[in-house]
């Protein structure tokens, strides 16, 4: 299956998800909190990350790791809540464990933090793989195209990350009714394998 315009079905798609997050999410006060927060610049452009609420975790399965940030509402709310996972786009791919900030995660927990509570993970990929098993090439205008390999053997990445969604459905603090999956860029193409080689595990 190709996909010639790769950014506009990506973009729609992320922008109409994202919303649904927070609808899914229950409508209540939050409890009083309060905490350090840090300011982070990521070139020209400044971006508010309460770094020391996204705990530094590692999901080990068979021998490979996968690191992810977490957002864990449990300490103030006492029943099991959404839980968004945010795929991130290539430019943050790595493993400090940190890159993968620089998109959603203040308005995700400032939501959580306004009315709509919910855990969110932010997963890092490694600098060589990518979410979605896809070819890129360039067309002779320089149009990227995009090819995904539906019928092929998900990434290593993928794989890690099917298997740790699988181990956060196990988690009592988590509704697994409703675990919210997107991302932009890479982490949108990601978003869309996910959804199709993971059928009813996402609300």
């Not at 506009?8 to 409508?27: A, E």
């Not at 992810?68 to 839980?83: A, D, G, H, I, V």
């Not at 919910?118 to 793989?129: D, R, V, Y």
């Not at 890479?186 to 595990?201: A, C, D, S």
Request: glycine share 6%.
């Amino acid at each position: 299956m190709k996909l010639k315009d790769f950014t506009q079905p990506i973009r729609t798609i992320l922008f109409l998800s994202l919303p649904i997050f927070f609808i899914g999410c229950n409508l209540v006060k939050p409890s009083e909190h309060s905490t350090a927060e840090k300011v982070i610049y990521y070139g020209d452009t400044a971006k508010f990350v309460v770094e020391n609420l996204y705990k530094k975790r590692l999901f080990i399965y068979q021998g490979d790791t996968l690191p992810y940030r977490e957002f864990n509402y449990s300490s103030l709310w006492e029943k099991p809540l959404p839980m968004v996972i945010f795929l991130h786009g290539s430019g943050e791919r790595g493993n400090d464990n940190f890159s993968q900030l620089s998109h959603g995660s203040e308005w995700i927990w400032r939501a959580s933090m306004s009315g709509y509570p919910c855990h969110a993970i932010f997963p890092q990929c490694p600098k060589n793989s990518y979410w979605s098993n896809v070819q890129r090439t360039v067309d002779s205008s320089g149009k990227p195209h995009f090819e995904f390999n539906d019928d092929t053997a998900s990434t290593k990445a993928m794989k890690l990350l099917m298997s740790f969604v699988e181990h956060l459905k196990k988690q009592s603090y988590i509704d697994i009714n409703r675990i919210y999956i997107g991302g932009l860029s890479m982490g949108g193409m990601g978003t869309i394998e996910l959804v199709k080689r993971m059928p009813n595990t996402f609300a």
